[in-house]
């Protein structure tokens, strides 16, 4: 990617008026001072995550580990060093920064608490099944909350070479282009990403996907699966898909993502119905609002009918 192409990423210059920018904090208002340093996050972080995925796209041989010997949950070489060499250069820079990323998260057995502190959410390498099967659909995700607000993410595709960013309030940008939604607001009408492999995980997973599957099989265009959660985010951010939904998913799956999306003019909700968790996404990305209450109405007939199910000790049927 050129270096005049990089430029072109970078959004407008933050507008002097903080409701024109939408970086509304949780207690108070970003400031115009935090304002211009989210910039300079964006600015600092972009040629890093570049730079990892030229080297994520040069992999001939890949190694695979099984994290706690659990099938579906692979990790890579390229995993953790992705993370620790983007990790290590924000200590240098911004040592008092926190950060949370998969790997780091996976040795440690435990996810961070998320704190006011500016805080970087990593995952070095989504869609790592598809990326030891040389199928290029896989990306770098990181995102940054300051107040525990989603400020900025930042997606990069290697493969495809393309480069999703948001910052709040700016508008969602695809290699320098401004994006949206495709606004499908009619359930007929729309294609969504949903990511049943992990309905495998254990009997809760596998009853909520299926019998969501089953009412929504009946309604909407198509279903897709892509195996990588910031793909199927941005691809809802840039119209390629109406929706995408997963249960069971982690922060750095999100943070960054559904930033995109929500800037793209699209609407995320937790898939219970109620105000979206980063620290526990559960989570339906639509291109519209309209789109999404029917999704949600359709989903709690499916999720009314798998409690039904289980106090009678009853698994999915079709």
């Known amino acids: 990617m050129s270096e005049s192409a990089i430029k072109h990423h970078q959004p407008l210059e933050f507008d002097s008026k903080l409701?024109?920018?939408?970086?509304?904090?949780?207690?108070?208002?970003?400031?115009?001072?935090?304002?211009?340093?989210?910039?300079?996050?964006y600015d600092f972080i972009l040629p890093l995550v570049l730079e990892a995925g030229k080297v994520m796209a040069e992999v001939e041989e890949v190694e695979v580990e099984f994290k706690?010997?659990?099938v579906?949950?692979?990790v890579t070489i390229y995993d953790r060093?992705?993370?620790?060499?983007?990790?290590?250069?924000?200590?240098?820079?911004?040592?008092?920064?926190?950060?949370?990323?998969?790997?780091?998260t996976a040795k440690s057995g435990h996810t961070a608490k998320l704190?006011?502190?500016?805080t970087w959410i990593i995952d070095p390498i989504d869609g790592t099944a598809n990326f030891v099967r040389r199928m290029p659909l896989t990306a770098i995700s990181v995102g940054l909350t300051i107040n525990q607000v989603q400020v900025l993410g930042i997606i990069y595709d290697p493969y495809k070479k393309e480069l999703f960013t948001a910052i709040k309030g700016k508008g969602a940008y695809l290699n320098g282009k401004r994006i949206s939604t495709s606004?499908?607001?009619?359930?007929?009408?729309?294609?969504?990403?949903?990511?049943?492999?992990?309905?495998?995980?254990?009997?809760?997973?596998?009853?909520?996907?299926?019998?969501?599957?089953?009412?929504?099989?009946?309604?909407?265009?198509?279903?897709?699966?892509?195996?990588?959660?910031?793909l199927g985010l941005c691809y809802v951010a840039c119209g390629r898909l109406d929706a995408y939904q997963c249960d069971g998913l982690y922060p750095w799956d999100a943070a960054a993502g559904t930033l995109i999306v929500i800037e793209a003019g699209g609407?995320?909700?937790?898939?219970?119905g109620k105000e979206f968790d980063l620290m526990d996404p559960n989570f339906l990305a639509s291109a519209s609002k309209p789109l999404s209450d029917e999704y949600m109405e359709l989903e709690r007939r499916a999720d009314e009918e798998q409690l039904k199910f289980a106090r009678e000790k009853i698994g999915f049927s079709p």
């Open 19 to 41: 409701e024109q920018c939408g970086l509304n904090c949780k207690n108070s208002e970003l400031n115009s001072r935090k304002m211009v340093e989210v910039q300079e996050y």
């Open 68 to 70: 706690q010997d659990i």
């Open 72 to 74: 579906w949950d692979l």
């Open 81 to 104: 060093k992705i993370e620790e060499v983007l990790i290590n250069k924000i200590k240098e820079k911004y040592p008092q920064h926190k950060y949370i990323g998969e790997e780091e």
């Open 115 to 118: 704190t006011d502190s500016p």
């Open 183 to 230: 606004g499908c607001k009619v359930i007929e009408k729309s294609v969504m990403s949903y990511e049943i492999s992990i309905a495998r995980r254990n009997d809760y997973y596998y009853n909520l996907y299926m019998f969501r599957m089953k009412h929504l099989i009946r309604r909407i265009q198509g279903f897709r699966s892509l195996g990588t959660a910031v």
């Open 267 to 272: 609407h995320v909700v937790d898939s219970a």
